[in-house]
């Protein structure tokens, strides 16, 4: 699978207008190990670059080191909510009696992070809107809705592991933010 960024816009534009019919093509796709590299992290680099550029001009000292290491964060923070939260997403498949599938655990998490990566795009350019996180919300519905199409969970414990999982991944991407934050604090 190579980089093509009209493929990125296109899946970017569909998992958010469309999230069921997306679901559904997705199904039909194999080989997910590339997907962190050829759709998350070009958003992730476009994110920390916002978050660059709204941190330098956002300062009266024009010093480069701080906004340098907050859009190092930035993309940091993103890659190992992908890692870790696939991790997760990936055991407590089997917890709640669903085959565990790494290829699904990828595909869910990274197109679900999606609202998120472009919310923090946003808010890193410009970091008054802050209340535009509140879309990123968008990230549990589509989780939701890619679960209930690409696992095959017992009916009684379907909505408990979507539940459960949207949870663990929350706290995990709080965890993390709040970590790196503390060491870019602690660095500069």
Do not use: C
Request: charged share 15%; net charge neutral.
């Amino acid at each position: 699978m190579e980089f093509s960024f009209s493929k990125l816009t296109n899946d970017v534009k569909l998992v958010l207008v469309n999230p069921n019919g997306f679901w559904v093509e997705q199904k039909e796709t194999e080989n997910s190990d590339k997907l962190w590299l050829n759709y998350l992290l070009p958003i992730a680099i476009a994110g920390a670059l916002a978050v660059f550029v709204g941190e330098f001009f956002k300062r009266t000292d024009f010093f480069i080191q701080f906004p340098l290491l907050k859009a190092f964060r930035e993309i940091l923070l993103f890659v190992l909510q992908y890692f870790v939260s696939v991790f997760f997403t990936t055991e407590l498949m089997k917890t709640f009696g669903a085959e565990k599938n790494i290829d699904v655990a990828r595909k869910l998490v990274v197109f679900s992070m999606t609202p998120m990566l472009l919310v923090s795009l946003i808010t890193g350019l410009f970091p008054f809107l802050y209340v535009v996180d509140i879309f990123g919300m968008y990230s549990f519905y589509l989780f939701w809705v890619g679960a209930k199409q690409l696992l095959t969970i017992p009916d009684n414990k379907e909505h408990s592991y979507i539940l459960i999982t949207i949870v663990v991944n929350f706290f995990i991407f709080s965890f993390l933010s709040v970590f790196l934050s503390k060491l870019l604090n602690a660095l500069y």
